[in-house]
């Protein structure tokens, strides 16, 4: 009997590897066809959807589909209707959700307690005048247990006024400040000409996980929140998505 099962087991032991093999060899085959009509690109990871046939690949923090040979793409949203999951979105808020969290704090303006009940990252351009209108509300906010992080994302792109101001809010002896100044439209004191700053860092991030607007406000587990919501709004909003996932 002891041999019978240690022969089924072992059987078993196969059946599982050979089918990881098959699975590593198509999507090894993937690869190499988008290189072919895709050379250059670089891809950030790569595995099969429920969908004989068709692979999830994200790519410069976007996902995308594509057969098994690479020729074909689909770009949008996959859904399983059965459980009303909503698959792509899943997986990007997975890509947002790791992309922040592997940020550096020190390279965020924060506004808040150390120790506050809600966290949220927020893309920001100091002349969008929602991005001026949400910073007027921040000390209410934090009483309201919510702690802003500040990312850059000036709108005109790198090279800009408004990336110029970014940076010299950066470069100020008080950074918090600085951008409340500068979000009141009114002169940056004690700045620095030059300095190391993650400004064009910030942005290309941003753009890399489909922000195209501020204020984009992104959550740790990866949900986007576009444009301004007002503060009570804000933490009831986080109060019912933050008990969904528990």
Request: net charge positive; proline share 5%; aromatic share 8%.
């Amino acid at each position: 009997m002891e041999k019978k099962i240690s022969g089924l087991l072992f059987a078993g032991t196969l059946a599982v590897f050979s089918v990881l093999v098959v699975a590593d060899e198509k999507i090894t085959s993937v690869q190499t066809a988008l290189k072919k009509f895709m050379p250059g690109v670089q891809l950030q990871s790569i595995k099969p959807t429920p969908i004989p046939g068709l692979y999830e690949i994200v790519i410069e923090g976007q996902v995308l589909y594509f057969s098994e040979d690479g020729r074909y793409a689909v770009q949008g949203q996959l859904v399983d209707l059965a459980t009303r999951t909503n698959l792509t979105e899943e997986r990007m808020n997975a890509v947002r959700a790791k992309a922040i969290n592997a940020l550096d704090k020190r390279d965020m303006i924060v506004f808040g307690p150390k120790e506050a009940k809600y966290t949220v990252n927020i893309f920001t351009d100091i002349d969008c005048p929602y991005c001026r209108q949400m910073h007027q509300h921040v000390d209410e906010y934090n009483k309201l247990g919510i702690k802003i992080r500040y990312l850059s994302f000036p709108r005109a792109g790198i090279g800009s006024a408004s990336y110029d101001k970014a940076v010299a809010v950066w470069c100020a002896k008080d950074r918090q400040q600085a951008l409340t100044q500068a979000k009141a439209d009114k002169p940056i004191e004690n700045t620095a000409n030059k300095c190391k700053n993650p400004v064009a860092d910030q942005f290309n991030l941003g753009q890399s996980l489909g922000v195209n607007a501020t204020p984009t406000l992104i959550l740790d587990d990866g949900t986007m929140l576009p444009g301004f919501i007002r503060p009570q709004a804000l933490v009831s909003f986080l109060e019912q998505h933050y008990e969904k996932t528990k």
